[in-house]
């Protein structure tokens, strides 16, 4: 099968390490009813509370917090504005991937169950409306993207061409799920592995991540998005979407939705380097709050 399709134009290639020079941190989410919030990541997703206060909460693994909810919003997220498309939760495994698929099937959750060839994926919306995805990495698999009159394509390493986003075989996920134990939480090693936010300029948000160091995945702002990876295998871990949401603010103060997200990078000279590209910084004690050009705000720190 052939497809009349060119590839994707990437740096990727020449800069590939193998070693990631940034990986994140917490994600900051604003949240209407926090007890909620708590029982979705907690009892759906797996992640067990850290510390929580009246009016916020730390959930992640034993060791690290990934995901900090704060009951600051007055209404549920809203589409169409600039901010988070989603965040993604990365299992280790796919061991701890196949888990959190059987808890959410058993629990009748809604889920959107995805093959990315890179990945695959189960999408879905918390009691706020924001998307949150489940992510099991397999880089292993994709050959390249190519983009064809008819969209997208995945090249897999076989190369057979595949649908960029096709129905995930349920069935052969679960059959690496070694017992019924649907209880245990995520383990050590789960992380946030990537963010995927609406922007209001497509230019502007590539520019302004290329400029923090990360580098092209994909570069296609004649649809709209943007792709950036860190340096490893699996280059998607900044997207920026302006499809629906060009020229869009940020949603109203008060609405549920990202309050910001964490890089941390590797060394403190490429945050000192990453720092000498925006206009301003707050310095805080934990790292420096920044903010893309669509107002989407960002903790870096090293």
Do not use: C
């Not at 740096?11 to 917490?26: I, P, R, V, W």
């Amino acid at each position: 099968m052939t497809t009349n399709s060119t590839a994707i134009p990437s740096d990727k290639a020449q800069k590939l390490t193998g070693q990631e020079f940034a990986t994140f941190g917490a994600v900051h989410l604003d949240v209407t009813n926090l007890q909620r919030s708590v029982e979705f990541w907690r009892s759906y997703i797996g992640l067990q509370v850290r510390s929580a206060t009246a009016d916020s909460a730390e959930l992640g693994t034993a060791s690290t917090t990934l995901v900090v909810l704060h009951a600051t919003a007055k209404t549920p997220f809203k589409n169409g504005y600039s901010g988070i498309y989603h965040l993604a939760i990365h299992p280790s495994n796919e061991v701890e991937f196949a888990r959190v698929l059987a808890r959410l099937i058993t629990k009748r959750y809604p889920i959107s169950p995805t093959d990315h060839t890179m990945s695959k994926a189960l999408y879905m919306e918390d009691p706020d409306g924001i998307t949150v995805e489940v992510t099991l990495e397999t880089p292993e698999r994709m050959a390249r993207l190519e983009f064809g009159p008819r969209g997208p394509v995945a090249i897999d390493t076989d190369g057979t061409v595949r649908a960029a986003s096709a129905a995930l075989d349920v069935e052969a996920v679960l059959k690496a799920l070694p017992d019924h134990d649907l209880t245990q939480p995520l383990a050590d090693g789960t992380k946030v592995g990537h963010v995927h936010l609406y922007v209001s300029d497509v230019e502007a948000a590539h520019r302004f991540y290329k400029g923090l160091g990360f580098l092209d995945n994909m570069y296609l702002p004649q649809y709209g998005m943007a792709d950036l990876g860190a340096g490893g295998a699996f280059g998607h871990r900044i997207a920026v979407n302006a499809g629906q949401t060009r020229g869009r603010p940020q949603a109203p103060i008060g609405t549920a939705g990202l309050r910001y997200y964490t890089i941390r990078f590797d060394t403190q000279e490429r945050l000192k380097a990453a720092l000498q590209t925006v206009p301003s910084a707050q310095e805080q004690a934990d790292g420096f709050l920044i903010a893309d050009p669509a107002g989407n705000k960002v903790l870096l720190t090293a």
